[in-house]
């Protein structure tokens, strides 16, 4: 086997190795046979091109385009389409419906996904599209380190996402395989491209016994010492890529991902809660099609509707985003102290009720859902406590490893608190340590979100009323749009946009309404957990994905944090505290929060008509989902996106053409000038093409010998390259009236060219039409204009300040 062909093999193999690290991300490993056999195909028409040889440009795009027709005939049909039933409908039309489908697919359902045919396409796709500039790196422009760049980003992504999906554990030995593997392609494409390189150097000095092979390997014997040191090199960079990620500090996901993102060691009563946001990780659980059951509990509470798991607070907002505030942690007592601010008479009115609560084996989070305000905690392993936000956090086990609630079974004993209207009405001024730290807003603020605040609470007579105007605001009279596929945005510019598009989930509400009760003096803070879930008719209640929810909280003397819902979404019920006292008065709108729907639980933002409640589960209902939502026209493209897709094929074809279709136009230029000289450059650069290289310092008749001479042209062939240079001499150096007819010479061009074109192989001929050498001279021009101008520029400037003193005395 050549170096090259080896180098071939081995890129793709490497690519291979590296796409290993994506299989996580899908249920199935089924696409990567197809990506394994195409990506040959792909290697395959990239070592016939380059043997042909093609140029560099020609082999990329016959690679490209036969992986186009591939994956074409491969995934063409799988979308229905209104659009027809031919050949173009088939290749272009359902290829890209499929295409966007698979895009839809990535965005709605959790990790691990089921593979789907969209999925299946853009998985394929993108292995040979990272294949393809792998094999243009180390093979065609022979650079095979700088081939790791590709093959780390389709790594990063595939560890990214991988890591997201699988949390920690398990996933830890799997994304060292897969690094493993990953790795060792690459320095395999090192080895062999180190290979060929030393054998086109020849012999090794000093190493190789007589007789052997000096290219890098003995014949059948040891390797030779430079490859032996490659290898001990390569396993070496190998290992320590391995070992030293596992002594560094390590980085995990957000409040509903595995492992509980950011929180501190917890050790001792010095040990703290750190910052976290849980903004992306509560979208991406919203949006999940794969509604898995996260926790099941039964309870004695006769509401069930306010039975929320809460998980932690979000007490700080520092204009960039709401986290959660560093806060010593202690130990979890038997007894939790009472909730800050309640009073004895709320207390007194209050129910004690007790909630047994059953974690998957998916669910890894460090921070514990509970009922609020939970007085007790009957749980085993190692847990501490945050009195301000009565949060519980699983502390250090060892190193880099906490406790977590992953398949835990606990009981918690909370407070079902019912305060009244005229309670809240009638709350004193808050303690000023509360007010001074729950007030605080960023002093980048935008003032709309300030002066909205206060146009909407106008003629509140107490911090009640504007609360529950507020809510109102969002959940019925606003105009507000529940939408989970929106951009969630970070900062206080996202509430201003958030107060202008008015769409938006609950992480928008939410915030909004937290920021905009600070402005008015309200302490307000945002509460991150699930809703109650989905009652069974076992009298246990199911909790899933869809169900995480962030609300806001807001402090009121004597009654203490107190939940609100501005949110209008469906399952969600508003608190009979914050109604107004007079319901009828309200607008009717069909996204009012209190509504029929409610006491129909919904663990999603929007209900599939088609699908019945017990496939939802598992992503049963994706597939169809999807293809539902694939776009209009049953799938197909539009018209437009047909004539794009054909517009973009011919532009993919015609680039090739580019050098062939330039030089026939000079050609048609020169010769229809009139000029001799014209048409004496013309046949140079068609002598250049063929592989002659033009030599300025010959005269005319010497050049047009050398011409005939190295061109091998016959006898008619080479009497035209002879007159040609005869009529340029005379049009030199004879006097006027003595030029040859013009049309003669202009086919005795043609006839030259001609002979030069069959004296060549075929491959020769070819890249003499379509890759010619005389184009250097397009460059060479382009070099020579900008050089001018830049001298012209220069010249400008220069005589510019030479006048810039003259002007300043006058």
């Given at each position: ?48 091109a ?19 027709l591939?994956l ?68 065609t422009v ?85 490859v ?119 207390l ?38 945050e ?40 709350a ?122 962030a ?9 203490g ?32 929060a ?48 047909v004539a ?11 680039l090739?053409?580019l050098?062939f ?7 048609a ?14 046949l140079?650069?068609a ?5 002659i ?5 010959l ?26 240079s ?56 382009v ?5 001018s ?12 300040r ?9």
């Amino acid at each position: 086997m050549s170096g090259r062909a080896r180098l071939t093999v081995f890129a793709a193999l490497a690519t291979l190795f590296t796409a290993w690290s994506l299989n996580p991300l899908v249920e199935s490993g089924g696409w990567l046979p197809q990506a394994a056999l195409l990506l040959a195909l792909q290697s395959a028409v990239g070592a016939g091109a380059r043997r042909v040889p093609l140029a560099r440009t020609l082999t990329v795009a016959a690679q490209l385009l036969v992986s186009l027709l591939a994956l074409m005939l491969l995934f063409g049909g799988k979308v229905q389409s209104s659009a027809g039933n031919g050949l173009l409908d088939y290749l272009v039309a359902d290829f890209g419906a499929l295409f966007r489908q698979g895009v839809q697919d990535v965005n709605e359902f959790a990790m691990p996904a089921p593979l789907t045919d969209g999925i299946r396409l853009l998985l394929v796709s993108g292995v040979l599209l990272i294949g393809l500039l792998v094999d243009l790196l180390a093979v065609t422009v022979r650079t095979a380190a700088a081939a790791g760049l590709p093959l780390l980003a389709l790594y990063s992504v595939a560890a990214g996402l991988s890591g997201a999906a699988t949390g920690s554990g398990g996933a830890s030995a799997s994304s060292a395989g897969s690094f493993l593997l990953a790795g060792c392609g690459y320095l395999l494409l090192l080895l062999a491209e180190g290979r060929d390189r030393l054998a086109q150097w020849g012999r090794v000095f000093g190493a190789a016994p007589r007789g052997r092979v000096a290219a890098g390997y003995s014949g059948g014997g040891a390797p030779l010492a430079p490859v032996r040191s490659g290898r001990r090199i390569g396993a070496v960079a190998l290992g320590l890529a391995l070992a030293v990620p596992a002594v560094l500090p390590a980085m995990a996901g957000g409040v509903l991902g595995p492992g509980g993102a950011g929180e501190g060691e917890g050790n001792g009563v010095g040990g703290s809660i750190q910052a976290v946001n849980p903004l992306v990780s509560l979208q991406s659980s919203l949006n999940t099609q794969d509604n898995r059951v996260v926790l099941r509990y039964r309870t004695d509470s006769p509401q069930l509707s306010e039975q929320y798991l809460r998980i932690l607070a979000l007490d700080e907002f520092n204009g960039i985003k709401w986290e959660a505030s560093g806060r010593a942690l202690t130990d979890v007592p038997k007894r939790m102290p009472n909730p800050p601010g309640v009073s004895e008479g709320v207390l007194n009115g209050a129910t004690e009720v007790q909630t047994f609560i059953s974690s998957a084996q998916t669910y890894a989070q460090r921070y514990l859902p509970m009922p609020y305000p939970a007085t007790g905690v009957d749980i085993a392993g190692k847990w501490r406590f945050e009195p301000a936000g009565r949060t519980l956090v699983g502390d250090q086990l060892g190193k880099d490893k906490f406790q977590n609630a992953q398949g835990v079974q606990y009981s918690v004993r909370s407070l079902l608190l019912n305060p009244t209207a005229e309670q809240l009405r009638n709350a004193p001024a808050a303690n000023p340590e509360i007010a001074a730290e729950y007030t605080k807003v960023p002093d980048n603020l935008p003032a709309v979100v300030v002066q909205t605040a206060r146009e909407v609470t106008r003629g509140s007579k107490d911090d009640y009323s504007a609360a529950v105007k507020l809510q109102d605001y969002f959940a019925v009279s606003g105009g507000f749009r529940y939408d989970t596929k929106v951009s969630s945005g970070t900062g206080a510019q996202a509430i201003s946009k958030f107060l202008a598009d008015k769409e938006g989930f609950c992480v928008h509400f939410a915030f909004s309404m937290a920021s905009m009760a600070r402005t008015l003096g309200i302490p307000a803070r945002v509460a991150v957990g699930f809703t109650p879930g989905e009652k069974q008719s076992d009298g246990v209640v199911n909790v899933s994905m869809r169900d995480a929810h962030a609300w806001p909280e807001l402090y009121f003397e004597g009654v203490g944090w107190t939940r609100f819902e501005p949110t209008p979404r469906s399952g969600i019920t508003v608190p009979d505290y914050s109604r107004p006292a007079a319901p009828d008065s309200r607008p009717s709108t069909p996204t009012a929060a209190p509504s029929a729907s409610a006491a129909q639980p919904s663990a999603g933002p929007s209900k599939a008509e088609d699908c019945p409640a017990d496939q939802k589960k598992l992503g049963e209902c994706g597939p169809a989902a999807a293809q539902r939502n694939s776009g209009t026209g049953g799938g197909g493209l539009s018209p437009a996106g047909v004539a794009a897709w054909v517009l973009g094929t011919l532009v993919l074809l015609a680039l090739p053409l580019l050098p062939f279709m330039w030089r026939r136009r000079l050609r048609a230029r020169r010769l229809g000038s009139g000029q001799v000289l014209a048409a004496w450059r013309e046949l140079g650069d068609a002598a250049w093409d063929a592989g002659i290289v033009p030599d300025e310092a010959l005269s005319p008749r010497g050049a047009a010998e050398r011409v005939v001479s190295l061109g091998r042209l016959d006898a008619d062939a080479g009497a035209a390259v002879l007159r040609v240079s005869g009529a340029v001499e005379r049009a030199l150096y004879a006097p006027p009236g003595a030029e040859a007819s013009y049309g003669a010479l202009k086919a005795d061009v043609l006839l030259a060219r001609t002979g030069l074109l069959t004296g060549l192989s075929r491959t020769a001929r070819l890249r003499a039409l379509f890759l010619p050498r005389s184009a250097a001279r397009l460059g060479w021009t382009v070099s020579s204009r900008w050089t001018s101008l830049t001298t012209r520029a220069t010249s400008a400037t220069t005589r510019l300040r030479a006048r810039l003193p003259l002007w300043g005395r006058g």
